[in-house]
């Protein structure tokens, strides 16, 4: 358990670097990642302007470029906010699962349908999809060495406890795990259905039990 609250104090520091200015919040700031929100989802990311997003906000033109490069980097923000928030609720309600198999599992699920759910971004996606699809794919790439960190350390705490196998590689193990949820998310944020039971049940065979260490039936 001291193991796993160590790893968990580091992915904290980790994830505050997804989205530093996430924890040091300013009311200027959220009204304007709010505003932009709201009038993306409503209009479409190319149709919204800074002017636009200023009057929304109440806040003058010149207030919004004191934040933000552009209209790209509020979209950024809203984006890294959002994963920086959701890999700190996911390490809360993961602590007290029983082995890394189940904490991961839970960690994907999570992510999986809170993709599915983020109905603003997915709009906002939907709505400019061949322009906004490459910066979403880049956004996500910015962060994935956290996410990659973050599995990686799991899985070796998953090692020392016996639920994983010793002769995996590590690195590579994260990096696939990484990719293979890319692949499944990019699939929501474009519009086809998923079935998340039958996809965690799915990842759950393939992954952890070609990984796991196998137990003995009594």
């Given at each position: 358990?001291?193991?796993?609250?160590k790893?968990?104090?580091?992915?904290?520091?980790?994830i505050?670097?997804?989205?530093p200015?996430m924890?040091?919040p300013?009311?200027?700031?959220e009204?304007?990642?709010l505003a932009?929100?709201?009038?993306?989802?409503?209009?479409g990311?190319?149709?919204?302007?800074?002017?636009?997003?200023?009057?929304?906000a109440?806040?003058?033109k010149?207030?919004?470029?004191?934040?933000?490069?552009?209209?790209?980097d509020?979209l950024?923000?809203?984006?890294?906010t959002?994963i920086?928030?959701?890999f700190?609720?996911?390490?809360e309600?993961i602590?007290?699962?029983?082995?890394?198999?189940s904490?991961?599992?839970?960690?994907?699920?999570?992510?999986?349908?809170?993709?599915?759910?983020?109905e603003a971004?997915?709009?906002?996606?939907?709505?400019?999809v061949?322009?906004?699809?490459?910066?979403?794919?880049r956004?996500?790439?910015?962060?994935?060495?956290?996410?990659?960190?973050?599995?990686?350390?799991?899985?070796?705490?998953?090692?020392?406890?016996?639920?994983i196998?010793?002769?995996?590689?590590?690195?590579?193990?994260a990096?696939?795990i990484?990719?293979?949820?890319?692949?499944?998310?990019?699939?929501?944020k474009?519009?086809?259905?998923?079935?998340?039971d039958?996809?965690?049940?799915?990842?759950?065979?393939?992954?952890?039990?070609?990984?796991?260490?196998?137990?003995?039936?009594?």
């Amino acid at each position: 358990m001291a193991k796993t609250s160590k790893i968990e104090d580091q992915i904290r520091r980790t994830i505050k670097t997804i989205a530093p200015e996430m924890f040091r919040p300013g009311e200027k700031r959220e009204r304007i990642l709010l505003a932009a929100l709201t009038l993306m989802e409503r209009y479409g990311f190319k149709k919204t302007t800074v002017d636009e997003i200023a009057r929304e906000a109440q806040v003058a033109k010149g207030t919004v470029y004191l934040y933000f490069r552009d209209k790209e980097d509020i979209l950024i923000s809203i984006i890294s906010t959002k994963i920086a928030a959701l890999f700190m609720d996911i390490l809360e309600k993961i602590k007290d699962r029983p082995d890394v198999p189940s904490k991961l599992l839970f960690a994907i699920r999570t992510i999986v349908e809170y993709h599915r759910n983020d109905e603003a971004i997915n709009r906002i996606l939907a709505q400019d999809v061949e322009f906004l699809g490459p910066l979403f794919i880049r956004e996500i790439l910015r962060v994935e060495g956290h996410i990659v960190n973050f599995i990686a350390q799991y899985l070796r705490v998953g090692i020392k406890e016996g639920s994983i196998r010793p002769d995996i590689d590590v690195a590579m193990t994260a990096r696939m795990i990484l990719r293979f949820n890319q692949a499944n998310i990019l699939r929501i944020k474009t519009g086809e259905p998923v079935d998340v039971d039958e996809y965690i049940n799915a990842f759950g065979k393939l992954v952890f039990e070609g990984i796991g260490v196998r137990r003995r039936k009594r």
